[in-house]
């Protein structure tokens, strides 16, 4: 036989190596374990849990309208119109961005975009962002602590 016989020819290695079927078992195991879970929440009304306490006391509530931009720059004001801060392209990135996520749920529905939103720090320390109109809110400790500090700042 000639060397280029392909019985001859040792077996090249694709550099995949077979999973153990326990991992794969553990897998589907995992899979299925997670939809028996939601389901049984699903089906008994469970409360969600993931959501924080509403009925936790509020320590300050502050009525703010923030008009922003495409480049970063934001301004807040109050509900008199009187600007509270300015911030330039450089340092009201997420304030910024927060207006657009405002435009964009309130462009769902055609409300105005200069209505006011409720910022709300509980006793506990956590901060809130609540659109009425929409019903959109946001958790701000979710978007980190310096962006939380922009929001916490606007109450000081």
Known sequence: MAATDPQKRPRQQDGMEKIPPILIKA????????????AWAR??????????????????????VI????SGRATVYDTDGNVIRVYGPLEGGFISGIWRVLRHERGKIDAPL???????????????LYDDLTGWRAELIGFGADNAAAFARLLD
């Open 43 to 64: 089906f008994t009304d469970q409360p969600l849990s993931a959501l924080p306490d509403q009925t936790e006391p509020v320590a300050v509530e502050r009525m703010i």
């Open 27 to 38: 897998m589907f195991g995992m899979v299925l374990f997670s939809l028996v879970i939601v």
């Open 67 to 70: 008009e922003g931009s495409n």
């Open 114 to 128: 200069d209505a006011p939103v409720r910022l709300v720090r509980y006793e506990g320390g956590r901060l809130s």
